[in-house]
């Protein structure tokens, strides 16, 4: 166990994930002393304790702080730079283990690649500095800023100011994955309330097109879990719905995640065909027979072969699948074979994940490789498969993000042929236009021309990002489909 004693609250997010990115298996505690004579005190286990004070902070942050200076509290985010720099090389240090992306504890490492670019900063500039400022690998500063690149030119098709996204939750699966942490549940569990889900989502949808009826609607993307579990005649049903409510005079992509073979059939593919999706998922996550029993996928891997060449002869051109890498028992060969056969059948994009372990999910960090050096180095090897595959395949990095809990500290990457990349992922990670969302657990994101008041201290002002979110319960939502809309009642304020 490894214990941390904070000088205060503000710095212990921060210490607790840097910590956890060197000792994914150790359990953590941490409190708050704000009379402790350290601003940081770690308890490690076998090893000398670590202290941090005001000195080594400040020496530490010197350099930088004129940059890591906030207008509202520039002491306290100098001070919290400072810490993180001096712990992390501590930990590296007493480990060996250099982080590929450092300090850097946020799920959007690319925003900051991004915010330079729109500084006019070039590449030769910002990789040294993103390796001096955050002890990033220069693989990942090189690779940050080529996304920011890729993204930027991808937004600089869309209207961010007048423009929205939709986002469609369907939160059901054939069966629940033992990684998966959404808000999803197995269809079985739902069967006989799913019209009663989709009335009450159709309803949300109708009030959404009535709010957003003045703006220019780009993209379209239905997620879930997995939509395609809906019936034909359901999906046709909700897919009729949204042509009702949204004009389609401004709408650059339609994602519909079919996700997962066993729930994609040539009825289902037709609907989609007409009614003009233009991009859809299947995603196996893995080609290997024995991990897909083991994470609680019930179908062949020759399904996800069948159901993408049934997907082809239909006439899709813009597939996406998904690999998850880091599965429990995979080994780098079974990377490399799912990899060869994912080549062999040549999707449009293809995104790579990192397994990551929720609290919410069946399977717990237990479940994995006990040895973080070792599951580090299976990682390090496999993302680089998958980079040297995508890179065969013609595919370019075009979008990028972190989770909490990630194994081997690292990220999630989606790869795109040219003109094939997603641009709702790119959206959703630099948050550059809203996004309203409708659906059980589904969270509307809109971006604000101007910093508003934080409720309940009007002192204070929050980010240009409202939230507002639907509660995640299938049954609470059908339930309280009313409140979920006066939630979103005048969505864009006084301009609306």
């Known amino acids: 166990m490894i214990h941390v004693i904070c000088k205060s609250e503000a710095y212990t997010y921060n210490v607790y994930h840097i910590i956890k990115a060197f000792f994914p298996s150790e359990k953590i505690t941490a409190e708050t002393e704000e009379e402790a004579s350290h601003y940081v005190a770690v308890s490690l286990p076998d090893a000398e304790d670590i202290r941090i004070g ?64 729109e500084e006019r900063w070039t590449k030769d500039r910002f990789v040294p500095w993103f390796q001096q400022e955050c002890k990033v690998s220069p693989g990942k500063a090189e690779l ?29 699966c054939p069966s629940v994955c033992t990684y998966c942490s959404f808000s999803s549940g197995a269809l079985k569990d739902w069967k006989d309330r799913i019209w ?33 579990t809906l019936t034909a005649v359901q999906l046709q049903s909700l897919l009729d719905c949204i042509d009702t409510y949204f004009s389609r005079e401004y709408l650059k992509e339609y994602t519909v995640e079919a996700g997962r073979p066993d729930s994609i059939t040539r009825e289902k593919l037709q609907v989609l065909r007409d009614h003009g999706i233009t991009r859809i998922s299947i995603n196996p996550q893995s080609m290997q027979q024995k991990t897909l029993d083991a994470i609680g996928r019930h179908h062949r891997v020759e399904e996800i072969t069948e159901a993408y060449r049934l997907a082809r002869e239909m006439g899709f051109d813009n597939i996406n699948m998904d690999l998850i890498a880091g599965l429990p028992g995979e080994t ?132 240009k990002l409202l939230r507002i979110e639907n509660v995640k319960d299938v049954g609470q939502y059908i339930e309280r489909i009313d409140e979920m809309l006066l939630r979103k009642r005048g969505l864009w304020g006084e301009e609306s």
């Open 196 to 228: 009663d889900y989709l009335s009450a989502l159709q309803k949300e949808l109708a009030f959404i097109g009535a709010e957003c009826q003045c703006r220019k609607l780009n993209t379209i993307y239905i997620g879930g879990g997995t939509p395609t």
């Open 144 to 172: 940050s800023f080529e996304i920011a690149e890729r993204e930027q030119e991808l937004l600089g098709k869309l209207d961010c100011e007048d423009g929205y996204s939709l986002y469609v939750g369907i939160p059901f």
């Open 332 to 463: 780098v060969r079974d990377m490399e074979d799912t990899l060869k056969k994912i080549k062999e059948l040549s999707p449009d994009s293809l995104t790579v994940h990192s397994l990551a372990v929720k609290r919410a999910a069946k399977m717990e960090l237990k479940d994995l490789e006990p040895d973080a050096q070792k599951t580090a180095t299976v990682l390090s090897e496999m993302i680089k498969a998958a980079q040297e595959t995508a890179q065969e395949m013609g595919l370019f990095p075009y979008y990028l993000y972190r989770q909490k809990n990630i194994a081997g500290n690292f990220e999630n990457v989606g790869y795109a042929k040219d003109g094939r990349a997603g641009i709702y992922n790119v959206l959703i990670m630099e948050e550059k236009q809203s996004v309203i969302a409708a659906g059980a657990g589904a969270s509307t994101k809109i971006v604000l021309k101007e910093p508003v008041p934080v409720p309940g201290n009007q002192k204070k002002k929050m980010t």
């Open 54 to 117: 005001e000195t080594e902070i400040l020496r530490a942050a010197g350099p930088h702080a004129q940059d890591r200076e906030d207008p509202k509290d520039p002491e306290v985010k100098m001070i919290r730079y400072g810490i993180d720099l001096v712990l992390y090389e501590r930990l590296e240090e007493l480990t060996g283990r250099p982080q590929a992306w450092g300090i850097l504890t946020g799920v959007r490492p690319t925003k900051i690649a991004m915010e330079k670019l």
